[in-house]
């Protein structure tokens, strides 16, 4: 039976996560940290607004805007009347571009009327996902250090998120016992990113192939998150999971534009997943947010559905030369560590020399120095001991922020 909210007489102070009148905010709320990447992003964004001169690596957003073709034909669209809702599923159109997208570049042939769904980026993929997979009770393995969402996010649902270190010695990846270890006659998934957010591993199709082992053996899911797919340095190429033997009836692909191609503020991706799971997302899309945005799919046809162009591919090679500039810069300081990431545009600092926390070197960066990063405990405790730095910022900014880097590690 449903309890009654107490409300206060005005003589009491309210308890936690209650608003003055008693009111409550959900537990599933009061429980979850806030989004460390967002909520900085927000704070240097703030800072900027007051005249604070701050550098900002902390969220995953590129200096470049979106390539003018992608939004030129995103404004067409909105100026020939393409404003009204879509099919939850998205366009048609929308999800063909994704299916030669899949084909041209990852090597899978999928139906788009039966095995892909638009969504808003991958973190709504996400949510689709956990909800069509994931009973309350069930558990989700998923990496420590990982992406800040993934496990508020399965929180959220009633599932339980079971994290599996990942191992410094194995080059940030899981031990294919240590996956084995953690499965329960719960466990329903397994969640992973590659290329990995926040270390810069790129899974090789051995690894990939021990995860795939787990999830046969066990008749687990895999929700593969792939956002930064399209970006791998130093000649390595990024593999789907979907492709490994006996994952195509097993695995949900989560990909998207936000960070390939500079459109974050677009909210535009895609699944792909079997027919019933898929089935089960267009039904929650139906509920939840009705459909994604009509000109973003118009956007996002031609992002994915062309060969990348010039405008991106030349994106791409100035990322990647920022990153090594950026990596390479961090690596020279004393106490920290700074490899080249594998792929995705993130520097992984050891800091773990400087004698500091992440957490307090972080706050000292940003208040001290006004260098806005992410602490490397927000990504779980495997995380500790390191900062994560976004690399593809301004060159101007770059070079501001590795001198004002140097200031706080030397002072």
């Not at 927000?42 to 900027?48: F, G, I, V």
């Not at 699944?271 to 799971?277: E, I, K, N, S, T």
């Not at 490397?376 to 001198?403: H, W």
């Amino acid at each position: 039976m449903a309890q009654t909210a107490k409300r206060t007489t005005g003589d009491e102070a309210p308890g936690p996560g209650a608003s003055p009148d008693g009111l409550q905010i959900a537990r599933r709320i009061r429980e979850a940290p806030t989004s460390a990447t967002v909520q900085i992003a927000d704070e240097a964004k703030m800072l900027r607004r007051e005249g604070v001169d701050v550098v900002d690596f902390s969220a995953g957003r590129a200096a470049e805007a979106t390539p003018e073709h992608i939004c030129r034909v995103a404004s067409e669209a909105l100026l020939s009347g393409d404003t009204h809702q879509t099919m939850a599923q998205g366009k048609p159109e929308y999800r063909e571009a994704c299916a030669r997208k899949l084909l041209r570049e990852n090597g899978i042939e999928a139906d788009p009327q039966r095995e892909v769904v638009a969504t808003f980026g991958c973190k709504n993929g996400l949510t689709l996902a956990v909800l069509s997979t994931v009973n309350p009770g069930e558990e989700v393995i998923l990496e420590d250090p990982g992406f800040v969402s993934y496990a508020p996010t399965i929180r959220f649902f009633g599932g339980v998120p079971v994290p599996v270190p990942l191992r410094p010695d194995q080059g940030h990846r899981w031990r294919e016992e240590d996956l084995r270890a953690a499965v329960t006659e719960r466990t329903r998934a397994i969640l992973f990113c590659s290329p990995h957010n926040p270390t810069g591993a790129v899974h090789t199709p051995e690894e990939l192939d021990a995860i795939a082992r787990v999830a046969r053996d066990h008749d687990l899911y895999v929700i593969s998150d792939e956002i930064y797919e399209r970006i791998t340095w130093d000649g390595r190429r990024h593999t789907s999971i979907a492709t490994r033997p006996g994952m195509e009836g097993r695995s949900i692909t989560l990909m998207g534009l936000t960070k390939t191609a500079s459109m974050g503020g677009w909210r535009i991706g895609f699944a792909y997943a079997p027919p019933p799971v898929v089935d089960a997302m267009i039904t929650l899309q139906q509920h939840l947010a009705t459909c994604v945005g009509s000109f973003a799919q118009a956007g996002g046809e031609v992002a994915f559905g062309e060969e990348p162009g010039p405008a991106l591919t030349g994106m791409w090679k100035e990322w990647e030369d920022r990153c090594r500039f950026m990596c390479g810069e961090l690596d020279a300081l004393p106490g920290v560590s700074c490899p080249m990431p594998e792929g995705g545009f993130y520097g992984w600092a050891d800091i773990r020399g400087t004698g500091e926390t992440s957490l307090e070197l972080a706050e000292r960066l940003l208040r001290d120095h006004h260098v806005a990063v992410v602490p490397g405990s927000a990504f779980g405790p495997q995380g500790e001991g390191y900062l994560r730095i976004t690399c593809v910022k301004s060159r101007e900014d770059l070079e501001k922020g590795v001198q004002r880097f140097k200031e706080a590690i030397r002072a």
